[in-house]
C-alpha cells in the first residue's frame, strides 16, 4: 500500500485522487493572480444635488412667516390700544375735586388684549406712558452740630434750642406715577414708605425739571399715598410735556404681560418687562400683612412707588421694591391697583399739609404742629431714650408751640393711649376736630434723666 503521507501536499493530481477517494468536492486552489478572486468595486450612488435648494427655500418661507407674524402682531396690539383711547384726567369745572382716569378692559372679549401678547416690543407704551412717571427724592432733617453722628438728628443739643443747627439732607429716593390734577396741583400715586418720616421732598419730572412737593394724604395701612405738586410752581414747558396715566379696574391675571418703569437705583428712568406670576400673595412688612401680585419683572430699590402696566398702557401696580426678596430670583411685588381704586379716589380728594411739617389727620383738618420722627429700637437702646415720637420742630401758631411742647420730648400717649409711632399719633389725631383738647403724655429731659410730662392741647386747623 502507498504511504499516503510521502506525497507532495501541493501536488494537484493527488489532492484530486485524495478528493474523489473521500467523496469530496475538488476544492480550487488559491491562485491570487486570476481574475475571479479580485474585489468588485459597487457602483457609486448618484449625488442628491436637489437637497441645498431644498433647505435653501424651506429657510426662506421659515423667516418670512416670523417677520409676518411679528408684524402682525404688533399691527394688532396699535390697533387695539386705538380702539380703547387715551382718557385725560377729569376734573371738575369749578372745582377741586380730582377724579382718576380709568379703563375697563374686561369687555373686550379679546385674549389678544390680555396677558397673550409676548411683550418683546414695548417701545410704544413706554413712549406714551413715562412722561407721567416721575423720581421722588425725600430730605431728612439732620443736627450738623460738627458731631458727623446721623443719630444726632435724634438726640443731639439741648431741648428749647432754635434748630439752627440743623440741615436738611436727602435721605431715599423712590418714584410715582402722575393720575390727576385739580384747579391747583398735580397729583401723584406713590408707595407710602417712599415718603415716610421725611421732612420735605421734591419731585423730579422727565424733562429733568425738579419742583418741591407735599404728601397730601396716605394709607399706611395699604402703603399708599398721593404726593401733591402746585401747578403754579411747574414751567409751561414741563407743563406740556406732561402726561397723566390712566388706572385699570381691570384685575391683572397671571400670565398677563407686565412692565415695570421705575427710578431703578436712582440711575434716572428705565424699563423692565415679564409677566404675573401670581395674583393674590399676602407678605408681612413691618408689622402690616398686604395683598399683592408677585411679577418676574425686576424691580429693584428706587423703583418703589412707580408703576407696573399692563399691555395697554394701563396701571395695574405700584411697585414695592421695600419687599422684594432679594435671596430669590424672579419674585417681586406690587401693590394690585384695581382692588385699590376707591381707596385711591378718596385719597386724592384728602384735604393734606401744604408740606410734611405738620401731623395731619384724615381730612378733618385737626393739626397739633410738630415736624416729628420715630424713636426705634435700636435708637432706645443704643442712646437710653424713651420709645416714642420725637419733636425735632415745632410750627409756629400751633397749639404746640401755644402748649408749650419743646423740641426733643418724646411723644408717648394721648388721653391715656399710649403709641411708640408718628402713624400711631396721626391714627390718634384723627378722630378729632379743631379746637379739640387733648392731653398729651410726654417724657422730657430734665437734668440728664427722663421725666413724664402731661400737657393739654388745643388742635387747630391746618397752617400754611
Not at 52 to 57: C, R
Not at 288 to 311: F, R
Request: hydrophobic share 35%; glycine share 10%.
Amino acid at each position: 500500500m502507498q504511504n499516503d503521507y510521502n506525497k507532495d501536499p501541493f501536488d494537484d493530481e493527488g489532492k484530486e485522487q485524495q478528493g474523489q477517494k473521500d467523496g469530496q468536492q475538488n476544492t480550487p486552489r488559491w491562485t491570487p493572480y486570476e481574475e475571479q478572486y479580485k474585489t468588485v468595486t459597487k457602483a457609486e450612488k448618484p449625488k442628491k444635488r436637489w437637497i441645498i435648494p431644498l433647505v435653501v427655500v424651506l429657510v426662506v418661507m421659515v423667516a418670512a412667516i416670523s417677520v409676518g407674524t411679528a408684524f402682525g402682531a404688533k399691527r394688532l396690539s396699535r390697533m387695539v390700544k386705538d380702539s380703547v383711547g387715551t382718557e385725560p384726567a377729569v376734573t371738575n369745572e369749578n372745582s377741586d375735586t380730582a377724579v382718576i382716569a380709568t379703563t375697563d378692559t374686561s369687555n373686550l372679549g379679546s385674549s389678544t388684549v390680555s396677558g397673550n401678547i409676548i411683550l418683546t416690543d414695548v417701545s410704544d407704551i413706554v413712549e406714551e406712558v413715562i412722561p407721567s412717571v416721575v423720581s421722588i427724592t425725600s430730605r431728612s432733617l439732620i443736627d450738623s452740630g460738627g458731631y458727623g453722628d446721623y443719630w444726632n438728628f435724634f438726640f443731639g443739643g439741648g431741648y428749647g434750642n432754635s434748630g439752627e443747627s440743623s440741615q436738611e439732607v436727602e435721605s431715599g429716593i423712590g418714584s410715582g406715577t402722575i393720575i390727576s390734577e385739580n384747579s391747583s396741583e398735580l397729583l401723584i400715586l406713590t408707595s407710602y414708605h417712599v415718603v415716610e418720616g421725611s421732612s420735605s421732598l421734591y419731585v423730579t419730572f422727565n424733562d429733568g425739571a425738579s419742583v418741591d412737593g407735599y404728601i397730601k394724604s396716605q394709607s399706611e395701612a395699604d402703603d399708599i399715598a398721593i404726593v401733591a405738586v402746585p401747578l403754579s410752581d411747574i414751567t409751561e414747558d414741563t407743563l406740556s410735556k406732561i402726561k397723566i396715566a390712566r388706572l385699570s379696574t381691570t384685575p391683572a391675571a397671571v400670565g398677563d404681560g407686565a412692565i415695570v418703569i421705575g427710578n431703578a437705583l436712582g440711575y434716572g428712568m428705565s424699563v423692565t418687562t415679564g409677566i404675573i406670576s401670581a395674583t393674590d400673595r399676602e407678605i408681612n412688612v413691618d408689622g402690616k400683612t398686604l395683598t399683592v401680585m408677585q411679577t418676574d419683572a425686576a424691580i429693584n430699590s428706587g423703583n418703589s412707588g412707580g408703576c407696573v402696566l399692563n399691555s395697554n398702557g394701563d396701571i395695574i401696580g405700584i411697585s414695592e421694591a421695600k419687599i422684594t426678596i432679594s435671596y430669590v430670583e424672579g419674585m417681586c411685588y406690587a401693590i394690585p391697583v384695581s382692588s385699590n381704586t376707591e381707596l385711591i379716589q378718596t385719597l386724592l380728594n384728602q384735604e393734606g399739609s401744604t408740606n410734611n411739617a405738620t401731623v395731619q389727620t384724615n381730612g378733618q383738618g385737626a393739626y397739633l404742629g410738630i415736624r416729628g420722627r420715630d424713636v426705634d429700637n435700636t435708637a432706645a437702646n443704643s442712646y437710653g431714650k424713651p420709645k416714642g415720637v420725637l419733636v425735632k420742630g415745632i410750627i409756629p401758631g400751633s397749639g404746640a408751640e401755644d402748649a408749650g411742647i419743646l423740641e426733643n420730648d418724646i411723644i408717648v400717649g394721648m388721653d391715656n393711649v399710649s403709641f411708640t409711632t408718628m402713624s400711631e399719633l396721626q391714627e390718634q389725631l384723627s378722630r378729632h376736630e379743631p379746637g379739640d383738647t387733648v392731653t398729651l403724655i410726654i417724657m422730657r429731659e430734665i437734668d440728664g434723666s427722663y421725666s413724664q410730662v402731661k400737657v393739654e392741647v388745643t388742635l387747630t386747623e391746618s397752617i400754611s
